[in-house]
């Protein structure tokens, strides 16, 4: 009988006694080992199985570069051999492509002037349409004042 308590305790493997490991959903896009200079994005190169040429096309002309799989090694079972980018990360009509970091940086510089040429636009159209006496846009300062309240001003 000691036997058999000695048996059963000897079975008793250390991933029994762990706790057990929680489901998590998977990433749709794996982030990717970043090397120093550099930023990443994922380019669509295809959407319902039909090729993008006219996105990809624009975004390789921005600079953007595919980043072949010696680069991550961490995605080695993302690579396809077959299309556009061989031997490049991709996943589900995305590639992972990258651009140095001072490329990334005008191009962040030129959409904001876009950004806010734009906005100017809006707000002179704004001020021609408005009309005084039913101001659409009308600059106003606020302010604050501190009450005591009814009890004792702090004399």
């Given at each position: 009988m000691a036997n058999d308590k000695r048996l059963a305790r000897a079975t008793k493997t250390?991933?029994?006694?762990?706790?057990?490991?929680?489901?998590?959903?998977?990433?749709?896009?794996?982030?990717?080992?970043k090397q120093?200079?550099?930023?990443?994005?994922?380019?669509?190169?295809?959407?319902?199985?039909?090729?993008?040429?006219?996105n990809t096309s624009s975004k390789m002309r921005e600079g953007w570069e595919p980043v072949k799989a010696e680069e991550q090694p961490d995605m080695q079972l993302l690579i396809e051999d077959s299309g556009k980018f061989p031997g490049c990360v991709e996943i589900g009509g995305l590639v992972l492509c990258k651009m140095p970091d001072s490329m990334i940086k005008q191009?962040?510089?030129?959409?904001?002037?876009?950004?806010?040429a734009q906005m100017q636009a809006v707000d002179n159209t704004l001020m021609r349409e408005n009309d005084p006496r039913m101001p659409i846009f009308k600059e106003s300062k606020s302010t604050s004042s501190r009450s005591f309240g009814?009890?004792?001003?702090?004399s």
């Open positions: 250390r991933e029994t006694d762990e706790r057990p490991r929680q489901w998590q959903p998977a990433q749709l896009l794996p982030e990717p080992d120093p200079g550099y930023g990443y994005r994922w380019v669509r190169i295809a959407t319902l199985n039909s090729a993008d040429p006219r191009r962040e510089e030129y959409f904001a002037g876009q950004t806010k009814t009890g004792d001003k702090g």
